[in-house]
C-alpha cells in the first residue's frame, strides 16, 4: 500500500527502538464522494463477502454491469434491489476514483458484537485500533487479521470510519470474515477483557523488549496506536506489556498496516497448538 502516512515514526524516540507512530494526513479522498457514498461497497470480493454475511440486513441497492450480473448467483439475479447499468452510470454513484469492477453495493454495516462476546471464551487473538483513522489502513488491518486468525477487531466508536468504501475494498471481503465491536472507552474495554483471562499487549517504538519477547501463548489482545500519539498513556497503562518490532536492516519507519501485519504474524507464532490444530 502506498500514500498513507500513520507510519510508525516518531521525531524524538525517548529510548533506542522503532516506533509505529504516525503523522496526521489529509482526509482521504474517498471520504467524500457524489452524493451518500458511506453505506455503499464496491470491488468484486468485497461485495461478494457482504452479500454472503447473514450479519449484513437486507441490501438497499446492487450495481452491476450486464456483464457482472451474469455472473451473480440467481437468486440475486432476480433481486428486487438488483439494478443493471454500465460501468459509467456505477461509477456516478460512487466516490471519484472508485474502482468498481463493475459492482457496488449499498448496504448497512454488518452487526458488530460487543467486547463480552467477542472476548468469549478467551481463546486466540484480538486486535484492538486506538483511533487509527485511515480507511486504507483500516481495511489493511482487517485483512491481516483475517489472514492470521485474529477473533474480531476493536474499534474505538468516535474515531473509526465506517466499514465501507475504499475501507472495505481494501479490505478485500475481510470486514465480513472477522468479527468487529466498536467501543466507547477502550481501557475499560481492556479492563473487561481482562476480567474474561484475556492479556494486552501494546505496540510501541520505544519498548525495551520486542515482540518476540513479550508474546506468549496466552490469549493477547494486540493493541496498535493512532496517527501522531501511538497508544495513548492511558490505553498503554492498560496494557500488561509493550512490545517494539525488531528491525535489523535500521530502517526508522513502518507504515502503520505494515506493521500490524508483521506484529499479527509474530503473534500468530506463539498460539497454542490446539488453536493452530498442529
Known amino acids: 500500500m502506498s500514500s498513507h502516512s500513520e507510519r510508525n515514526d516518531r521525531k524524538k ?23 451518500d457514498a458511506k453505506d ?35 437468486n440475486l439475479s432476480r433481486a428486487p434491489f438488483l439494478q443493471i447499468m454500465e460501468g459509467a452510470d456505477i461509477a456516478r454513484q460512487l466516490p471519484a476514483g472508485a474502482v468498481h469492477q463493475g ?14 462476546d467477542l472476548g468469549t471464551p478467551a481463546q486466540g487473538l484480538l486486535v484492538m485500533l486506538d483511533q487509527i483513522t485511515d480507511p ?9 487479521a483475517a489472514a492470521f486468525g485474529a477473533r474480531g477487531v476493536i474499534l474505538q466508536d468516535r474515531h473509526a470510519p465506517a466499514l465501507t468504501g475504499v475501507l472495505a475494498k ?47 501463548d496466552r490469549p493477547t489482545v494486540l493493541v496498535l496506536g ?9 490505553v498503554a497503562e492498560h496494557c500488561d506489556a509493550m512490545g517494539r518490532i525488531a528491525m535489523p536492516g535500521g530502517f526508522e519507519s513502518l507504515n502503520v498496516s505494515a506493521a500490524a501485519a508483521v506484529a499479527l504474524y509474530e503473534a500468530s507464532k506463539v498460539r497454542p497448538k490446539e488453536e493452530t490444530g498442529s
Open 226 to 234: 493512532s496517527e501522531g500519539e501511538g497508544v495513548r498513556r492511558l
Open 170 to 216: 481494501t479490505a478485500v471481503g475481510a470486514v465480513d470474515k472477522i468479527p468487529h465491536a466498536r467501543v466507547v472507552n477502550l481501557s475499560r474495554a481492556l479492563e473487561e477483557l481482562a476480567e474474561l483471562g484475556w492479556r494486552a499487549v501494546g505496540l510501541a517504538g520505544e519498548a525495551e523488549g520486542t515482540l518476540d519477547q513479550v508474546l506468549d
Open 40 to 74: 455503499w461497497i464496491w470491488g468484486t470480493h468485497a461485495v461478494e463477502a457482504a452479500l454472503s454475511n447473514p450479519a449484513r440486513p437486507v441490501p438497499k441497492r446492487l450495481l452491476a454491469t450486464p456483464d457482472r450480473a451474469k455472473r451473480l448467483a440467481p
Open 13 to 35: 524516540p525517548s529510548s533506542p527502538g522503532r516506533d509505529f507512530r504516525s503523522k496526521p494526513r489529509e482526509n482521504n479522498k474517498f471520504s467524500k464522494g457524489q452524493g
Open 103 to 116: 459492482i457496488a453495493l449499498k448496504i448497512d454495516e454488518p452487526e458488530m458484537l460487543g467486547v463480552h
Open 136 to 144: 486504507q489502513n483500516i481495511g489493511a488491518i482487517f485483512r491481516s
